[in-house]
């Protein structure tokens, strides 16, 4: 079994900074791609950003920019880094992993609220 764990959400000022963090473990062999999703109240989850094996790179409009996603393959894990934070960003941030064969997971869900 696949699963997601992530850590790194907090209360930050706007035009602060923060990283979240998602490591994959259980069934990692063939994991395909790591990405970060965000759901506020009354919408839905939206793709925020996303990183492959071969490192091909996906952002959503709003953190263009400003968002940057890596990986470090070796340790199954994906970060997220967030600069130049605004109150709009303010969400519970989940992790996505595709795997080429186990079923995807997502982890529990990190709150990142920005407000001064």
């Keep these: 079994q696949l699963q997601a764990v992530e850590s790194g959400g907090g ?17 990692v062999y063939g994991l395909y791609a790591m990405a970060w999703y965000r759901q506020s109240p009354g919408n839905e989850r939206d793709l925020v950003a996303k990183i492959t094996i071969g490192n091909r ?9 400003r968002f940057t996603i890596t990986r470090d393959s070796a340790k199954n894990t994906a970060y997220l880094q ?4 605004k109150p ?5 941030y989940y992790c996505h992993i595709e795997s080429k064969y186990y079923e995807n997971a997502w982890g529990q869900g ?6 001064s």
Excluded: I, W
């Design 57 to 65: 790179t996906t952002y959503g409009d709003s953190v263009k920019g």
């Design 82 to 85: 967030m600069n130049s934070l």
């Design 110 to 115: 990190t709150q990142v609220t920005v407000s």
């Design 11 to 27: 209360l930050v000022q706007p035009g602060d900074s923060l990283r979240l963090t998602c490591t994959a473990s259980g069934s």
């Design 88 to 92: 709009e960003d303010t969400a519970v």
